[in-house]
């Protein structure tokens, strides 16, 4: 079982940054391949970034070289540095780990970037 908790959301400008975080308690953080999501009312939840097991990283081309995942696992941590900022990255952010055929999911932390 792993519980995962998000912290770092807020309101921000456009062209504005932002940096998630989500640490990790109850199992061996550093087999798990971990992803940020978001989800925004009225749409599917999307993959914003991924990271793997033996740091490895993938992005979707609507946040490519603005956003950046990177994990800590002497902390239990996985990092989401977003910048550049748009009115469209809007959404409830999600933290996610996965080994094999396990998946757990934070509570999600709100994302507001408005003027």
């Known amino acids: 079982q792993v519980q995962l908790v998000e912290a770092g959301g807020g309101l921000v400008q456009p062209g504005g940054s932002l940096r998630l975080s989500c640490v990790a308690s109850?199992?061996?953080?550093?087999?798990?391949?971990m992803g940020w999501y978001r989800q925004a009312p009225g749409k599917q939840r999307e993959l914003v970034a991924g990271?793997?097991?033996?740091?490895?990283?993938n992005y979707p081309d609507s946040v490519k070289g603005r956003f950046t995942i990177s994990r800590d696992d002497a902390k239990n941590s996985v990092y989401l540095q977003m910048n550049s900022l748009k009115p469209e990255d809007t959404a409830a952010y999600y933290c996610?780990?996965?080994?094999?055929?396990?998946?757990?999911w934070g509570q999600g932390t709100q994302v507001t970037v408005s003027s």
């Open positions: 996610n780990a996965n080994y094999k055929n396990l998946a757990y």
């Open positions: 109850g199992s061996i953080f550093r087999v798990y391949a």
């Open positions: 990271i793997t097991a033996g740091g490895s990283t």
